[in-house]
Each structure stands twice: as C-alpha cells, then as structure tokens.
C-alpha cells in the first residue's frame, strides 16, 4: 500500500484518507471522484436496506427453531431418497469407493448442471434400468420400446445395455 494512504473502514465500504499531513496526499484527483461516487452508493443502499446489512437470512432460518426445523425436514426428505434407492454396499473397499465416486460425480452433473449423463459416452455412471427411468422418467419407457422394436436382433446391444439388462441378443 502507498505510504501516504491507509484504509479505514465506513459503514460499507473503505474510505482512503491521507496520513501524512506534513506532505500533500498524491493521486487524490483520482481518490475524491471514486470515494464521493462509493458515499453515493452507500447513501442509496441505506435508503433501501435502512439498519439492515442486505445479506441476512431468509425469516425462516432467522431463528435457531427454524432452522432446526428446516433441517429436520431436509433430513427427513434425504432419508426418503436413500430409502428409494436403496443397493446393497460392497463389501469390498476399493468397490465401495468406486461406488461413491460414481454417486458424487452423477449427483455433481445432474444437480449442479441439471444434466444427465449421456449413453454413448458412456462411463459408468448408470449402474441400472431405474436409474434410466429416474433421470429420463416417462421418455426412457418411450425409448425402451422403440428400441426393444428395432433392435430385436441384439444389433445395437452392448456393454451399456448389458449393464442395464436391456440387451435383446440372447446371453450365452
């Protein structure tokens, strides 16, 4: 930092203010344009916000109740998901990580990206047919009978669809 200069801190947001008062403060052309503009800002959000800061919480989770009850409902609503798509753990380490990595990286793409993972691509990421019908609801059941149409012959099966237990051609 300048030596002629050290940051206060305002209500929200530094001012810079001269230290030195034997030696005129350098640059202040450009300090009292950029500090009147930010004493302009902060004079509008106090107008809006009034004692408030703007970033508090919603009136629901304002209070230690409601946020034990909000919890209370978020944990209730997991345990239900876990309870519908419940598989048996791996007794085998390196499986069970496997397995957790694929649930983290399918939980990434789908919720933070709202995306689904494509079948041509694929990388393990579908362990199972409920999986398809979750994902793709009422389009998946579409698409499996067209496929069980066109693909009688097992043309069009693979390691996918063998995983999945959709594969037509006859195992053996």
């Known amino acids: 930092m300048h030596p002629d200069f050290q940051l206060s801190p305002g209500s929200r947001l530094f001012t810079v203010r001269a230290i030195h ?29 009034g004692d ?12 230690a109740g409601g946020r034990q009850q909000w919890f209370k409902v978020a944990r209730r609503w997991l345990d239900d998901q876990r309870a519908e798509q419940a598989e048996p753990i791996p007794r085998d380490r390196a499986k069970r990580v496997k397995e957790a ?5 399918e939980q990434l793409f789908i919720e933070k990206f709202a995306a689904r993972p494509h079948w041509g691509l694929d990388m393990s990421y579908l362990q199972s047919w409920s999986e398809i019908e979750r994902l793709y609801g009422q389009s998946a059941q579409d698409w499996q009978r067209v496929y069980r149409r066109l693909n009688s012959a097992g043309t069009f099966d693979g390691h996918l ?5 959709i594969s037509m051609r006859p195992k053996g």
Not at 27 to 39: A, C, D, L, R, S
Not at 52 to 63: I, K, M, N, Q, V
Not at 161 to 165: A, E
Request: aromatic share 2%; proline share 8%.
């Open 21 to 49: 008062s034997h030696s005129p403060p350098r640059n202040t052309h450009f300090v009292k344009p950029q500090n009147e503009k930010k004493e302009q800002i902060d004079a509008e959000e106090d107008g809006q916000l």
């Open 52 to 63: 408030r800061r703007g970033d508090e919480l919603p009136s629901e989770l304002a209070t």
């Open 101 to 105: 990595k694929r649930r983290m990286d």
């Open 161 to 165: 669809t063998d995983r999945l237990g």
